[in-house]
């Protein structure tokens, strides 16, 4: 087998290893002791207890919103699985019965395993009904079927599932999101 | 009959201390090798596993809690993570309750035993250092073989059986390239390496090694105009120097340490030869790689840095001056521990523990350490201000035993002396680790037969001819 | 026949032909909601706006109302008819609540597809608009909303001239127009699906596909409705394997722009539960049918055995079993049962409706004629067969008694002859399969596959070729257009059709029996 050639032609110090070695070995330790004396040259972010503040226009987990009276903003119009490059939405329409918005989901589920978090889904909505800005990333779960947010799920993100979430939300922007109202003061009967 | 069993309980003292020195020095190199990388690259390394302490007014709750097998639930005060250290624990629980998967296609008994040849090797190369001059007239030696140096070398030859065997025995065609490597390079180095001891022998006229440490315990006469006491080391004789640099770099190569880790070059083989063990064989072969590690280093500071020896220091002298030596090494610790006391008090104003909630028992921590530090203090003023007292002869009379207080001062100093330069020894493997690529196997072989074993023959001649020389000239 | 100028093409057109429908023939498209090219000529949408050369100099006018007359010349595309029509847009959208998202129409709504080409954009709108009724049940297949409907009154027409009701109605003056019916009244005929169709906008839907699927996730495929023996020309529209609606396809010689609601429902039975989706020998599922029934129509023998042509089947499985019976069982009698199966209901009107709901019984008679000896009803009765093969007819029905010892069914869904049957094959729906159909007009059409097959159903030209193939010699139907042309050349009145030209509008019989080609001489070898 030929094995490749030195590119260079090494002075005797350098073929030698030794004085290299040396070198290389004073730069690590160099880099050793700063770091012991000065720790906060470290990049590292503590995750769990120290967070990494988020842009305001960083697409995190899905919310569907609700309306003023409580009822799903969302009107099944199909625009967001119609644009999903992913194919992760899946919407089944139904009628409502008492309700001028006549159309509403009955199940709304998006597969949060297809999602590629473009964010086309909030673009597409005519109804403001979806909207990506709650800044969760820990999206995770024991099961492939936990990893499909359902829409109660995502009606009550932000204080039923994932309390925390919201409170951070809040504390974050100093009010609560745009169109949120908890999910308890919604009026029976209202299409969830 | 009674000094039959005495000589027997000293035996098994000698063989469960020599073990412990390195199987707990083995956790605390797999820390400094985890912090060192993180630091070295700029990173702070592992630091979350925690212990969480209980309340001390809770103890008596949760122990009969413990004994009626109920499960403890108690409010931590402090969430001790001591900079990583508990992650070495966390390891050996994970590791040891893993599932131990026997692959079908392996070689049953070779595969089993492959990890505890491994392990049992390198334990057993302890057996021939010297850990302290004597102790109450027992040598501080597991057994005083007078061919000590030649066992070290016949055990590190023995060593590699290990991965060989874990090598062959798995079946896998990686596995079995890592085995050959490991051979191959071991054989290739071994020559360079003894010939280096060979430049020992000489300079010893013997191949024991309590022979060897002592006589580098004596004063060290420079052209026999200046003698300076206890620090005539192998390496500060000028084919010493060469013949440490030969040894150590063989060393790398007998411990399959990086620049030299080819059997377990995980970009081309996977993992080398332990790629089909999971669990504790695979635990063991990771603690092997440490405790070989340690007993290269220890054998190392043995025949070229003067081995348990204090520098400056004799074992005579220290004896002599048992009581006075306590008081200095009390009294003068008492400033490093209030300096670390006070290190440990200045992370609280660290970003983390503002990130945290008040109630976090990760913010007890540096309280805690600090507390920590300030009794070691204490401790350490106690024992000064004990030396300046005279403690240490009236430990002997109070016991009765003529010298045992000095004796015992000089075994710790000793052993701590060994210890330290263990663990340099150990820090240079985890800093060229983490400062050195790994070599290719060409080049590996090219510097073994090349260079290394020309080098190592010269200096033999070398050195034997210095020898005479400075006997016809200095004796 | 008069020559006319769109945009400086000039074309002849025939005499009458409105500009709508000469721009199309000249390559232009003219926006238009109230025209429709089976109804009145109305005027009131005024979006078909264009711009007429007169010796007057150019006069604006709408296309629908402008017949072609020699040296008409009209432009299409002006900046005076691109405002008007802006115009006009913004007018038709003054009201118009823009629910799109819960509008079925949208997807395939006029103002949406005009607003992008001629829209304003740039909304001058700040009165409220008018709010109307939304939401209006009237009828059992249609839901009115007022608010959305743009007064074109196409579905007035349409009441008006095609079924004779005249039940929606204009009412009320200026912005508060609204299309309603008269109190108490719904909509009661049988051709409700056709006001969905024509509405140019979301005003009238259909309650059936009401927020069922969003249209343009619906590929269409052309095919023939099988209701009855008229066979209207549908689109069927479907997603992934599953049929949601079907609609209508303009053919002005069969039904025009039309289609009934039963017809509607033709597809419904697709996916239904009442599928037979695998082969069964007496009860028991199997993985392979063929031979036990070869084995048995051989135990029973040709003399025993009796075939029945299907009038609900397709021409190419009816030549297929007659090619069955002549290879491999040449004794055995063939009948054909003129009758309807069950559940259907015979009615007929002077539309399209027919009472003989069976969309190939031309197609059987057809091959009837060409085969000769074809027993009736009357025949199969009286003849004593041990094994009667059953072609999707449901013969039980159709003759009120089981007429044989045993019966084998090839067909799609289980009715009295299936449960009957000893052995049950599954064959394709209409909509599963590529075939030709031949209606009361005596037109041959074709149908083609939308979906895959359920179970392990084949067209029943398959089935059969199988079937033939386990009897000794396999008739060589499997592949439509080869049984085409096959029947083709063997069938005198079917001479000179060809699968690939029969084309969206399917072509007609030869009107009388022509004698047969001779063949062809075979060329000597050299």
């Avoid at chain 2, 240079?428 to 090349?450: C, H, S």
């Avoid at chain 3, 343009?216 to 209207?232: A, F, H, P, Q």
């Avoid at chain 3, 060409?370 to 999707?392: H, K, M, Q, T, Y």
């Avoid at chain 3, 010699?473 to 063997?490: E, I, L, V």
Wanted: hydrophobic share 45%; charged share 20%; net charge neutral.
């Amino acid at each position: 087998m030929a094995l490749p050639k030195p590119q260079k032609v090494l002075t005797l110090s350098e073929s030698s290893y030794l004085v290299e070695v040396l070198k290389g070995m004073v730069l690590t330790m160099g880099h050793l002791i700063k770091n012991i004396f000065d720790q906060d040259r470290f990049r590292t972010i503590e995750y769990p207890d120290v967070r990494k503040p988020m842009t305001a226009r960083y697409r995190g987990a899905h919310r569907l919103l609700l309306r003023p009276d409580g009822g799903l903003k969302c009107v099944a119009c199909m625009c967001c699985p119609t644009v999903c490059p992913a194919k992760c939405i899946n919407i089944v329409a139904g009628e409502a019965e008492n309700d001028p918005a006549e159309k509403f989901p009955i199940t709304f589920d998006i597969d949060m395993l297809r999602c590629i978090y473009c964010g086309f889904c909030v673009e597409a909505c005519p109804k403001d009904a979806i909207r990506m800005d709650t800044k969760i990333y820990e999206i995770n779960a024991y099961t492939r079927s936990d990893m499909v947010h359902s829409k109660a799920y995502m009606v009550n993100l932000m204080d039923g599932l994932k309390p925390e979430a919201g409170a951070a939300y809040r504390a974050e922007q100093g009010l609560a999101p745009d169109g949120y109202t908890n999910a308890d003061s919604a009026p029976e009967g209202s299409p969830r | 009959m009674s000094e039959f069993w005495l000589d027997m309980l000293v035996v098994v003292l000698r063989c469960v201390f020599s073990v412990a020195f390195v199987m707990n020095i083995v956790p605390l190199m797999i820390w400094g090798e985890r912090k060192g990388a993180a630091y070295i690259q700029d990173r702070p390394g592992p630091n979350r596993a925690p212990i969480d302490l209980p309340n001390p007014a809770d103890l008596p709750r949760l122990l009969s809690a413990a004994l009626r097998g109920e499960p403890l639930d108690y409010k931590p005060v402090v969430s001790l993570r001591a900079a990583g250290l508990i992650h070495t624990l966390t390891d050996v629980v994970k590791l040891a309750f893993k599932e131990d998967i026997t692959p079908d296609h392996v070689e049953k008994f070779y595969w089993f035993i492959a990890p505890v040849i491994a392990m049992s090797i390198a334990l057993c190369t302890f057996a021939v250092v010297p850990f302290g001059d004597s102790f109450l007239g027992y040598n501080l030696q597991v057994s005083s073989l007078d061919g000590g140096l030649l066992f070290v070398l016949a055990m590190t030859s023995l060593g590699v059986y290990g991965i060989m065997l874990a090598g062959w025995a798995s079946n896998n065609k990686f596995s079995l390239l890592g085995g050959l490597r490991a051979s191959a390079q071991m054989v290739s180095y071994e020559l360079a390496m003894g010939l280096s001891a060979v430049v020992v022998f000489l300079s010893a006229g013997s191949v024991s090694l309590a022979e060897i440490t002592r006589q580098q315990g004596e004063a060290l006469s420079i052209f026999g105009l200046v003698e300076i006491p206890a620090l005539n080391w192998n390496v500060f004789s000028p084919f010493g120097l060469l013949a440490f640099i030969l040894f150590w770099v063989a060393v790398f190569a007998e411990t399959n340490r990086t620049p030299f880790d080819l059997p377990e070059g995980e970009a081309e083989l996977v993992g080398g030869y332990h790629t089909e063990y999971s669990s504790f064989r695979f635990a063991l072969f990771f603690m092997a790689e440490y405790a070989n590690m340690i007993v290269a280093a220890a054998v190392t500071a043995t025949m070229f840095f003067g081995g348990y020896n204090v520098p400056l220091f004799s074992g005579a002298f220290l004896r002599e001056n048992a009581d006075m030596v306590l008081a200095v090494l009390g009294l003068g610790a008492i400033p490093a521990f209030l300096g670390l006391a006070v290190v440990a008090w200045k992370r609280r104003g660290r970003p983390f523990y503002a990130a945290i909630p008040s109630d976090d028992p990760r913010r007890n921590e540096p309280a805690f350490f600090t507390a920590v530090w300030l009794g070691a203090a204490a401790a350490h003023g106690g024992l000064g201000v004990a030396g300046l007292m005279g403690g240490l002869t009236g430990l002997s009379a109070l016991v009765g035993v003529e010298g045992l207080g000095a004796d015992l001062l000089v075994f710790v100093l000793h052993v701590s002396s060994l210890g330290v330069k263990v663990l340099i020894g150990g820090w240079i493997f985890i800093w060229v680790r983490w400062t050195l690529p790994r070599m290719r196997y060409d080049q590996l072989m090219n510097l073994g037969w090349r260079y290394m074993l020309p080098i190592a023959l010269v200096n033999v001649f070398c050195a034997a001819g210095w020898i005479i020389l400075r006997h016809e000239l200095f004796a | 026949m008069p020559k006319v100028k769109i945009n400086d093409v000039e074309i002849e057109v025939p005499a009458g032909t409105n500009m709508i429908e000469a721009a199309k023939l000249a390559g232009f498209d003219i926006p238009h909601y109230c025209y429709h090219p089976h109804l009145s000529i109305a005027g009131n949408c005024r979006m078909c706006m264009c711009e007429a050369e007169t010796p007057r100099g150019p006069v604006l006018d709408i296309a629908c109302n402008m017949q072609a007359r020699e040296g008409l010349a009209i432009r299409t595309e002006s900046d005076k008819v691109k405002a008007v029509r802006k115009s006009v847009m913004e007018f038709l959208l003054v009201n118009h609540p823009l629910d799109c998202p819960i509008c079925d129409q949208s997807g395939e709504c006029r103002l949406q597809d005009y607003y992008m080409d001629h829209g304003q954009y740039d909304s001058r709108g700040i009165e409220a608009k008018v709010g109307k009724h939304k939401r209006q049940d009237i009828g059992d297949l249609i839901v009115l909303d007022a608010e959305r409907c743009v007064q074109c009154s196409r579905c007035v027409r349409f009441g008006d001239e095609v079924t004779g009701t005249g039940d929606l109605r204009l009412m009320n003056r200026g912005d508060h127009t609204e299309i309603g019916m008269f109190p108490g009244t719904r909509l009661e005929h049988d051709y409700q699906g056709n006001l969905a169709d024509i509405c140019p906008v979301g005003a009238l839907t259909n309650k059936d596909f009401r927020f069922e699927r969003r249209v343009w996730y619906l590929r269409e495929t052309d095919s023939v409705c099988t209701g009855c023996s008229t066979s209207c020309n549908t689109k069927v529209c479907h997603q992934e394997g599953e049929v949601f609606r079907t609609l209508p396809r303009r053919n002005d010689d069969v039904n025009r722009s039309w289609m009934c609601d039963p017809g509607r429902q033709c597809n419904s039975g697709v996916g239904s539960l009442d599928r037979i989706l695998r082969p069964t020998v007496d009860g028991v599922a199997v993985p392979d049918a063929f031979e036990t029934l070869a084995a048995r129509i051989k135990a029973a023998g040709a003399g025993r055995t009796g075939f029945v042509m299907g009038s609900g089947a397709s021409l190419e499985a009816n030549w297929a079993l007659l090619q069955v019976v002549k290879a491999n069982c040449p004794g055995a009698k063939v009948f054909s049962v003129a009758g309807n199966n069950a559940g259907a209901i015979a009615k007929s009107d002077g539309l399209l409706m027919d009472a003989d709901k069976n969309p190939n019984s031309a197609g059987v008679a057809l091959l009837a004629a060409w085969f000769g000896g074809i027993g009736g009803a009357e025949d199969l009765r009286a003849a004593d067969l041990s094994l009667l093969v059953v072609l999707e007819d449901d013969i039980i029905t159709r003759l009120g008694g089981n007429p044989a010892e045993a019966i084998a069914y090839f067909g799609t869904h289980n009715n009295p002859t299936a449960e009957l049957a000893s052995i049950v094959i599954p064959v394709a729906h209409v909509v599963e399969m590529d075939a030709t159909y031949v209606n009361r007009q005596e037109r041959v059409q074709r149908v083609r596959r939308a979906t895959n097959p359920q179970g392990e159903a084949v067209p029943a030209y398959q089935a059969l070729e199988k079937l033939g193939a386990a009897l000794g010699r396999a008739p060589g139907t499997s592949m439509p257009t080869a049984t085409f042309s096959a029947m083709a050349r063997a069938v005198p009145r079917m001479n000179g059709l060809d699968y690939k030209a029969l084309g969206a509008s399917g072509r007609l019989l030869a009107p009388t029996v022509q004698p047969v080609a001779p063949a062809a001489p075979v060329a000597e070898a050299k």
